[in-house]
């Protein structure tokens, strides 16, 4: 029984073993298939017919056409190592038959020489596949580590289209929120100017009665020396019938004095209702040289009436410090008038809260004073303090107090906006800072300083 059979099964099915494994193809799987089973038909009808002599040339042409196939076929590339093991052997064995045929008494005299050449054929063989099996487990890890690779790549092909698919979700998710939070900001503005001019409203409230109180004042002056005037001239009229020209020229500067008196508080009161304009208008947002001191004390006057046109009882000691060196400064008029306004609303509402404790030899004070401070590097600044004796702030609301909507007053009597302006009015509007120093149930002290 010749072993080229055997070899035959074994390279076909190899070769189809190694097509599937790298490079599968279908039509080329199917003649395989088939020449494997005509392997098999063609060693059966051997054992049945004994047609050796036939066969064994059959079986010489095909291996050498399968070792042909493999070197010719690049689908084949992978298994020609096994074909470098087998192929001495199948020429050796195709040489020794030939060699037979053609002349049996050659044949013998190297049939030793024949049986050397197999067993190193065969030493060769083996050697080449225990060779060959190491590299094609090389090959089918490697081939495994590609796959693997291949399908990590589809994978995060495949999750990425995922994660792009998510992030345009997202992103259209988040542009809609965006456009929301727009029309929501948009909505804020117009509710925050609302609230604004609601917390301007108010505080022009607070201004109104002090200012009807002060403005009555001038007015009375007015009425009065326009009154004396009046009599004065009947007077004058009088002495000038009778002839006396030095009781004509006393009567005439006398009128002249009361003239410029009506007329200095004719102004005054102009004065009193440019200011209330002045505070209820929309800023212009530009600076003007301002009178700290004054705009300060007319402050300062105008919410006490006010306070005091509401409440009777209510009386307080006002003091002020004003540094009388302090030059016009450049400040928005309307807005720090607002500012200092409400710190004085505010200290005038702290002094009633404590005078209703009914303290023993308690005086409601609040002082306010202005001074030029010279730091040595950043320049002149200047300095408003407002400081009153009343029940101060707790320290556990103390930096909360700038926060908007923040109030320690009661439901209704406070939006909450006061504080919170006016800081932005002094840190954003003019650069400056606003500071607050308190001990609670003592006093509280705001600290203005504005840039010069």
Not at 86 to 115: C, E
Not at 313 to 339: C, H, W
Not at 352 to 370: A, F, G, H, I, M
Request: net charge neutral.
């Amino acid at each position: 029984m010749s072993f080229e059979p055997f070899l035959a099964f074994f390279l076909i099915r190899y070769l189809r073993k190694s097509l599937k494994t790298f490079s599968p193809d279908p039509q080329w799987n199917r003649i395989l298939t088939i020449s494997m089973y005509c392997v098999v038909a063609l060693f059966i009808l051997d054992i049945i017919f004994h047609i050796e002599p036939v066969t064994i040339w059959i079986w010489h042409i095909s291996l050498l056409f399968i070792a042909w196939l493999t070197f010719n076929q690049p689908k084949f590339s992978n298994t020609r190592n096994v074909i470098y093991a087998v192929l001495p052997l199948v020429i050796l064995s195709t040489g020794t038959d030939l060699v037979k045929a053609i002349r049996i008494s050659l044949y013998n005299n190297l049939h030793t020489y024949f049986g050397f050449g197999f067993a190193v054929a065969i030493t060769w063989m083996f050697a080449m596949l225990i060779r060959s099996n190491k590299q094609q487990k090389a090959l089918e890890k490697e081939r495994k580590k590609t796959q693997e690779k291949e399908e990590r790549n589809k994978f995060i092909a495949a999750q990425k289209d995922q994660l792009e698919i998510l992030v345009a979700a997202r992103t259209a998710e988040l542009t809609k929120q965006k456009e929301e939070l727009q029309h929501a900001i948009a909505d804020l503005k117009a509710t925050q100017t609302q609230l604004i001019q609601s917390e301007k409203m108010a505080s022009l409230g607070e201004l109104t009665a002090g200012i009807a109180h002060e403005i009555q004042n001038p007015l009375n002056f007015v009425n009065n020396f326009s009154e004396v005037n009046t009599e004065l001239i009947e007077e004058l009229k009088t002495e000038i019938k009778a002839g006396n020209i030095e009781e004509v020229i006393l009567i005439a500067n006398d009128i002249k004095d009361n003239e410029q008196k009506i007329n200095h508080h004719g102004k005054r009161a102009d004065a009193i209702v440019k200011g209330m304009l002045q505070h209820s208008r929309t800023t212009t947002g530009q600076k003007e040289p301002t009178d700290i001191n004054a705009l300060v004390d007319e402050y300062l006057r105008l919410s006490y009436h006010g306070l005091r046109a509401k409440d009777k009882s209510f009386n307080a000691i006002m003091l002020t410090y004003f540094d009388e060196t302090l030059e016009k400064i450049n400040v928005i008029p309307q807005d720090l008038g607002r500012v200092v306004l409400n710190l004085f609303t505010n200290a005038f509402y702290s002094l009633k809260e404590k005078q209703l404790l009914d303290l023993e030899n308690y005086r409601p004070t609040v002082s306010v004073s202005t001074k030029v401070l010279k730091p040595a590097i950043k320049g002149m600044i200047v300095e408003i303090r407002i400081r009153d004796n009343g029940v101060g702030i707790p320290k556990e609301v103390l930096d909360k107090i700038f926060q908007p909507f923040f109030t320690t007053k009661p439901t209704g009597q406070g939006t909450g906006l006061g504080l919170s302006l006016s800081f932005d009015i002094i840190t954003k509007g003019h650069g400056g800072k606003m500071e607050v120093e308190t001990k609670e149930g003592e006093y509280a002290e705001f600290i203005i300083q504005l840039p010069k």
